[in-house]
Nanobody
Framework: QVQLVQSGGGFVQTGGSLRLSCTAS????????VEWFRQPPGMQRELVAS????????YYADSVKARFTISRDNAKNTVYLQMNSLKPEDTAVYYCKIAMSYGDFWGQGTQVIVAA
């Protein structure tokens, strides 16, 4: 019974900031690799950022480097995606995913809309 619950997201103007949260239950979160994906309207889902469970090493897509920051708080079973200097092209539904040895589990998704 692994569940991921997302919060955050919303509607912002260009240059604004949002912080997404993803809280896990039913698994040992501290060992999980966590990824943030997004799916813009009419486009395929793409990987935005990831953080490992072993050393908390991070990865960012070129399109979000220097603007987005992924972090985790294992005591709260939560991973965050801080999004700064948002652009209209960041508009998408954002999903978190944890990758366990026995399978992948997804959050419900949250909408981010950035208006010019």
């Amino acid at each position: 019974q692994v569940q991921l619950v997302q919060s955050g997201g919303g509607f912002v103007q260009t240059g604004g900031s949002l912080r997404l949260s993803c809280t896990a239950s039913g698994t040992d979160f501290s060992i999980a690799d966590v990824e943030w994906f997004r799916q813009p309207p009419g486009m395929q889902r793409e990987l935005v950022a990831s953080i490992s469970g072993s050393w908390s090493s991070t990865y960012y897509a070129d399109s979000v480097k220097a603007r987005f920051t992924i972090s985790r708080d294992n005591a709260k079973n939560t991973v965050y995606l801080q999004m700064n200097s948002l652009k209209p092209e960041d508009t998408a539904v954002y999903y978190c995913k944890i990758a366990m040895s026995y399978g992948d589990f997804w959050g419900q998704g949250t909408q981010v809309i950035v208006a010019a």
